[in-house]
T-cell receptor, first 114, second 115 residues
Framework: EPEVTQTPSHQVTQMGQEVILRCVPISNHLYFYWYRQILGQKVEFLVSFYNNEISEKSEIFDDQFSVERPDGSNFTLKIRSTKLEDSAMYFC????????????FGPGTRLTVL | AQSVAQPEDQVNVAEGNPLTVKCTYSVSGNPYLFWYVQYPNRGLQFLLKYITGDNLVKGSYGFEAEFNKSQTSFHLKKPSALVSDSALYFCAVRPDQTGANNLFFGTGTRLTVIP
């Protein structure tokens, strides 16, 4: 069964450093998402991406964040200058097409900012 | 504003007994409702969804959920719990709006099935 994969599983970084979180969505999916979950809190939407551009973003997704689909398979989330409060589990998700489809989630990357 | 409430942080049930995990929602327009399950060190796995039609939807692993529009609820149920059902369960809603396809999640309910 196809699945969304994410690397690394755990990333530790120093405050102010740049990090890139990587995701490989399911191959025939067209919509891509990043969510995050701060420890003990709910899963929160960050950004959605369709047709090589951002289609929606939340207020969390400020200028420090960017997303890219550099080739036909990878989908990345970059945080330019990490803050302590960026420490969270980051989930990538993908979806085939249409609002009635379900999103498939990857296992997550745990980001720890020191 | 869209929101989802899962009023119970923790639900304990004996193996073989029926289980219910509660979810209520608030959304503009018609809701699309989802349940996901998270096992330790795993991503969110899709269980079932309500889009339209029959209020009782059936999903993976014997789970089902009932959409109740008047009570704005979408409770997850299973007739007979298994120890392997122990996990973290998330309810999510997507508003029926053009261009809005991100999910709003509840805070999650940890289900423990006691042998």
């Amino acid at each position: 069964e196809p699945e969304v994969t994410q690397t690394p599983s755990h990333q530790v970084t120093q405050m102010g450093q740049e990090v890139i979180l990587r995701c490989v969505p399911i191959s025939n999916h067209l919509y891509f998402y990043w969510y995050r979950q701060i420890l003990g809190q709910k899963v929160e939407f960050l950004v959605s991406f369709y047709n090589n551009e951002i289609s929606e973003k939340s207020e969390i997704f400020d200028d420090q964040f960017s997303v890219e689909r550099p080739d036909g398979s990878n989908f990345t989330l970059k945080i330019r200058s990490t803050k302590l409060e960026d420490s969270a589990m980051y989930f990538c998700a993908s979806m085939t097409t249409g609002i009635v489809s379900e999103q498939f989630f990857g296992p997550g990357t745990r980001l720890t900012v020191l | 504003a869209q929101s989802v409430a899962q009023p119970e942080d923790q639900v304990n049930v004996a193996e073989g007994n029926p289980l219910t995990v509660k979810c209520t929602y608030s959304v503009s327009g018609n809701p699309y409702l989802f349940w996901y399950v998270q096992y330790p060190n795993r991503g969110l796995q899709f269980l079932l969804k309500y889009i339209t039609g029959d209020n009782l939807v059936k999903g993976s692993y014997g789970f089902e959920a009932e959409f109740n529009k008047s009570q704005t609820s979408f409770h997850l149920k299973k007739p007979s719990a298994l120890v392997s059902d122990s996990a973290l369960y998330f309810c999510a809603v997507r508003p029926d709006q053009t261009g809005a396809n991100n999910l709003f999640f509840g805070t999650g309910t940890r289900l423990t099935v006691i042998p």
